[in-house]
């Protein structure tokens, strides 16, 4: 056996090096560098099929396994499939390991047996938390440990249809004499929990920490190795979480879980669209209504606007749920096209209820919003409005308009705007649909337009 040589790993991309460096040469980040040892040699999953087969006979889809928790499964794509791999991520204190209590407690009561793992609470501290919020049953098993072969041990014992490790940069492979947390750690770990996971079928729960650029702590090669991929997410001060399938080898990665953190424990979002509305007996200026499609699901959300004088040689433009440079672009949009005068403001904008939204079907809202405080003048009361608004000022039709419409007018909205080129069938809807080519044209219908500047 030849002396163990050193080798250099970048915690952030997994690129190696012989030597140490300042800085990574394959991701850029400084001191991300760490001495790792050599891999234990020989020790690699192989596959069973080893032989070409005819796709057609094979099995197929495995049973899923319920969790019990509806958002969860949908998330999931329908359920836990077993011997699955899954990471949970999420910044610390999100609710990671009370949602996977929860998932614990919802599969023991199915019948399910179920282990968590956890190398960061303590036996009394987690027993605690599952007694004060009703998580405890005969079936669910609780092991803190944070030693590899222990934590394998004890699942070969137990024989658990689903095993929850909390988390992933705890677990310590003690063959390696690096620290947990580290590249290769993490990898060997991901691995073996992988074999076990196709050993024994059952599925396995990972949680990892997400840093603050947002990346999984460590190397995004866990991603990679996993099955699926969820995210938790939320701001710290609002009590709204959102569950995000960002990869998922069974299903589908559009789809959403919404929770509220309660004293209680995570509870289920059931009407999603009447949680985020702000009701109120009369409208205000600078609100707007829109609808998005979060997954397959529409949601009715409400975009604040506020329009101050600006003492500033170049005005603010701060958002809060939305994309910063959709703002700005939807503000000098407005500007130019909507004749609404703002470079002399400071322009606001939020989402109530705490949601980060992406989509561009929110342009429209955006702009209204922002026209609407300027003006100083509310919208029509009880109207959404759903479009994509282009650089030109032109209003764009947005997919699934049916869908998005049938949510507003079961809560009671009355009125749509949307780009005359939406090809929706409205029809059957009891709406009064007013289409719109242009941000102006829209502006002007809502009664918000300047022709003064
Ligand atoms: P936790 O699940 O420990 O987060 P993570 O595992 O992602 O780090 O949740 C931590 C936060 O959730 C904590 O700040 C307190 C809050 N919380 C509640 O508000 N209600 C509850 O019933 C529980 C269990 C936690
Ligand atoms: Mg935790």
Not at 148 to 177: F, G, H, K, N, Y
Not at 387 to 399: A, C, D, Y
Request: some cysteine; proline content about 5%.
């Amino acid at each position: 056996m030849g002396a163990e040589r050193a080798f250099y790993v970048c915690t952030e991309c997994g690129e190696s090096s012989a030597q140490w460096l300042g800085r990574c040469p394959a991701c850029g980040n400084f001191g991300t560098m760490s001495r790792e040892s050599r891999e234990p040699p020989g020790r690699r999953t192989t596959l069973a099929v080893s032989r070409p087969l005819r796709m057609v006979e094979l099995g197929g889809e495995a049973p899923r396994l319920q969790v019990g928790i509806p958002e969860l499964d949908r998330v999931l794509g329908g359920g836990v499939v077993p011997g699955s791999l899954v990471l949970l991520g999420g910044e610390p204190g999100i609710g990671k390991s009370t949602l996977l209590l929860q998932a614990a407690y919802a599969l023991s009561e199915g019948g399910a047996k179920v282990l968590m793992v956890s190398g960061e609470e303590s036996a009394a501290q987690i027993a605690s938390r599952a007694r004060r919020i009703g998580c405890l049953h005969p079936d669910l098993y609780l092991l803190c440990e944070t030693d590899l072969e222990r934590v394998e041990e004890a699942a070969r014992e137990l024989e658990p249809r689903v095993m929850i490790v909390d988390s992933l940069q705890t677990v310590r492979c003690p063959e390696m004499d690096s620290a947990p947390g580290g590249v290769n750690q993490m990898r060997e770990c991901v691995l073996r929990f992988q074999g076990l996971a196709k050993d024994s079928g059952s599925a396995v729960f990972l949680v990892g920490h997400v840093t603050k650029e947002g990346l999984l702590a460590g190397p995004r090669l866990v991603e990679h190795m996993v099955d699926c991929v969820l995210y938790f997410e939320g701001e710290r001060f609002d009590s709204l979480r959102v569950l995000r399938a960002v990869k998922n080898r069974f299903g589908s990665v559009s789809e959403v879980g919404i929770f509220e953190m309660t004293d209680g424990g995570l509870r289920e979002v059931e009407d999603p669209s009447r949680h985020f509305l702000d009701r109120r007996p009369q409208p205000v200026s600078g609100t707007a209504t829109a609808v998005v499609m979060e997954g397959r699901r529409p949601l009715v959300v409400e975009v604040q606007a506020l329009v101050v004088p600006s003492r500033l040689p170049a005005p603010k433009r701060v958002s809060t749920g939305i994309d910063h440079r959709r703002l700005a672009i939807d503000v000098a949009v407005l500007e130019r096209k909507g004749r609404i005068k703002l470079d002399d403001r400071d322009v606001y904008v939020g989402i109530s209820g705490g949601l980060h939204i992406l989509e561009p079907a929110l342009d429209l809202a955006v702009c209204a919003a922002v026209a609407s405080s300027r003006r100083d003048r509310a919208l029509p009361p009880g109207t959404v409005l759903v479009g994509e608004v282009s650089l030109t000022g032109e209003v764009r039709p947005v997919s699934r308009m049916e869908e998005r419409l049938r949510e507003a007018s079961r809560l009671g909205f009355s009125t749509a705007v949307l780009s005359a080129r939406s090809r929706a069938r409205t029809s059957r809807l009891d709406m009064d649909i007013l289409e719109v080519d242009d941000v102006k044209g829209a502006l002007a219908r809502l009664g918000i337009y300047a022709a003064d500047r």
